[in-house]
């Protein structure tokens, strides 16, 4: 068993690895949105349980144990998150922060059987893929909506983050996953997009809200 602390550490250097190979200790630190001087001493510890490579100076990676874990911890957060939205109705923009309080509920029957009554989902409903209980997960090919050609229809998939401003201007732009977007126009000005959706409608994005949506043909 892991307490929280020990697992938000693990699931935020997993995270950070998807972009870089060695995380350094003031990207964990602004990502767990602590001082970098207070991460030593849990670093140490989780390189103890041997759950990670750390190496002063040089960073941090997840050991095959660490990454294990991560996975499991990603797995109860994306179900939890399907669950929250598909089962009692909340909105995807409203789960994010409850999951990461479900997400440490440690029962492994329990996470099994959860997968079971929601049919074994594939992606979460922020269109991230949900890991089986063996780590393994559909693979996905997105790109931001920001490198989409005029002209182009795609679908959109994922966001790129989750947070609740990104949740609350997808909300007000009526944008949801599952609908089908075409740039029109690309601004020179501030490479903000005017974009049809769904063939109906033509809204205007921001460049910044743009490169969250990601998007698949």
């Not at 964990?28 to 002063?56: F, G, V």
Request: hydrophobic letters at 40%.
């Amino acid at each position: 068993m892991y307490s929280v602390a020990e697992e938000n550490y693990i699931k935020g250097i997993y995270h950070l690895q998807q972009k870089a190979k060695t995380v350094s200790t003031n990207a964990l630190a602004a990502h767990l949105n602590t001082k970098p001087a207070s991460i030593t001493d849990m670093l140490k510890r989780l390189q103890t349980k041997k759950l990670l490579d750390y190496e002063p100076y040089y960073g941090v990676r997840l050991s095959s144990s660490g990454n294990k874990l991560a996975l499991s911890i990603v797995r109860r957060h994306r179900l939890w998150e399907y669950f929250l939205v598909n089962t009692i109705g909340f909105g995807w923009e409203e789960v994010h922060e409850i999951a990461e309080q479900l997400e440490h509920v440690q029962h492994p029957a329990l996470i099994e059987k959860l997968d079971v009554f929601l049919g074994r989902p594939a992606f979460d409903p922020h269109g991230d893929p949900i890991p089986d209980m063996d780590g393994k997960m559909a693979l996905v090919d997105y790109e931001s909506l920001t490198e989409v050609k005029p002209g182009k229809e795609v679908l959109f998939a994922a966001v790129d983050m989750q947070t609740a401003d990104l949740m609350n201007m997808l909300q007000y732009k009526n944008l949801k996953l599952g609908d089908r977007l075409m740039v029109e126009e690309r601004f020179d000005f501030d490479q903000s997009l005017e974009v049809l959706v769904n063939k109906k409608k033509k809204i205007t994005l921001s460049y910044k809200l743009g490169r969250m949506i990601l998007v698949k043909k």
